[in-house]
């Protein structure tokens, strides 16, 4: 079965501080790997990520997915209290399934 | 554009009553999904439609739930006869050419009394 695994769960830190999400997955057939923000609403769109090693930037957030290993990172720099959400990670196959993890709920401190 | 539009953004029902949702999905876009999220299952695919023909239903829970999409700027995910457990926020999304790329709606939230 096709699943999608991300750690932690929650985090709480201070602001300021660099955070890492990581998302492993097991799905045949893949296409791709996104990262989501969600706040108080619907999913907001980060990240695709189709070829390993390349890395992916928007301002302090930045990801790289690791096609051998089966993983991707979220790496959030100089956080802010703005960051706190819950991160999504999901998996886009060939057959165009798109499996979702349960998300990583961050918070961040003033 | 206006983005994914749903309504209703809240509903609150009785157990054992109908509930219809609705979609109307980014103008161009040819495919269509229904997602449901609760704090144990995390977000979960319902049902896709691409071009207006549902691909994959396999995460449609029961019987007591059926999707429909009569044309492009259009669909209804329905609910009959709700239960207690279906309580969660449904959301609808849409994307052009790839799956991947997809819009979410502001979700309705349901709670099933």
């Known amino acids: 079965e096709d699943k999608v695994v991300q750690s932690p769960l929650s985090l709480v830190v201070h602001e300021g501080d660099t955070v890492t999400l990581n998302c492993s997955y097991e799905?045949?057939?893949?296409?791709?790997l996104l990262w989501y923000k969600q706040e108080k609403k619907a999913p907001t769109f980060l990240f695709m990520l189709t070829s390993s090693g390349i890395e992916k930037k928007s301002g302090r957030l930045s990801s790289i997915l690791d096609k051998k290993e089966l993983f991707s990172i979220l790496n959030i720099t100089a956080t802010q209290t703005g960051d706190s959400a819950v991160y999504l990670c999901?998996?886009?196959?060939?057959?165009?399934?798109?499996?979702f993890g349960k998300g990583t709920r961050l918070h961040i401190l003033p | 554009d206006a983005g994914v539009i749903q309504s209703p953004r809240h509903e609150v029902t009785e157990m054992g009553q109908e509930v219809t949702l609705r979609c109307k999905p980014i103008?161009?876009?040819?495919?269509l999904f229904w997602y449901r999220q609760t704090m144990m299952r995390g977000l979960e695919l319902l049902i896709y439609f691409n071009n207006n023909v549902p691909i994959d239903d396999s995460g449609m829970p029961e019987d007591r739930f059926s999707a429909k999409m009569p044309n492009a700027s259009f669909s209804t995910l329905k609910i009959q006869p709700s239960e207690p457990r279906d309580s969660a926020v449904y959301f609808c999304?849409?994307?052009?050419?790839?799956?991947?790329?997809?819009?979410f709606g502001p979700g309705t939230r349901l709670l099933v009394l």
């Open positions: 999901a998996v886009g196959s060939r057959d165009d399934k798109i499996i």
């Open positions: 999304a849409s994307s052009r050419l790839l799956p991947e790329t997809q819009y």
């Open positions: 103008s161009g876009h040819d495919y």
């Open positions: 799905v045949t057939n893949f296409r791709s």
